[in-house]
């Protein structure tokens, strides 16, 4: 077999299991929360828990006005700080973090789950951002 044939099979593989891979992270999102469009996140957002689960030093650059930071790799020890009443708002970076967190409330029993479609990366509304000196 020449080297060209499994340069192939290598690339091949490779698209394949990114397939794969946002395969899953959809069918996760859509059982763990609803992805909601930013005009529907800005409707909601007064009355709901807005989190954050990028790591600290992304929100504390810049996060969207109002969100509480809930680092993914620390939810496990601070998802019971949100309350289970009222519908909490997940962003992260674009989407893949955020299907996560919302698929770990889910399990913790939080009913009321929607994810920001595009994440901080497609936010062009209020935001608090770290001053650069």
């Given at each position: ?70 680092p993914f790799s ?60």
């Amino acid at each position: 077999m020449s080297i060209w044939w499994k340069i192939n099979i290598v690339l091949i593989s490779v698209i394949v299991l990114f397939g794969l891979y946002e395969l899953v992270v959809r069918i996760m999102m859509r059982r763990a929360a609803k992805i909601i469009t930013q005009e529907e996140f800005q409707a909601g957002m007064r009355k709901a828990q807005i989190i954050d689960v990028r790591e600290r030093d992304e929100f504390n650059a810049k996060h969207i006005l109002g969100a509480r930071s809930f680092p993914f790799s620390m939810l496990k020890e601070s998802y019971s700080s949100l309350r289970k009443d009222q519908p909490v708002y997940i962003y992260d970076h674009n989407k893949a973090v955020s299907a996560r967190a919302a698929n770990l409330l889910r399990k913790k029993g939080y009913k009321d789950l929607f994810i920001l479609k595009g994440g901080m990366q497609e936010w062009t509304g209020k935001v608090k951002q770290k001053k650069i000196d």
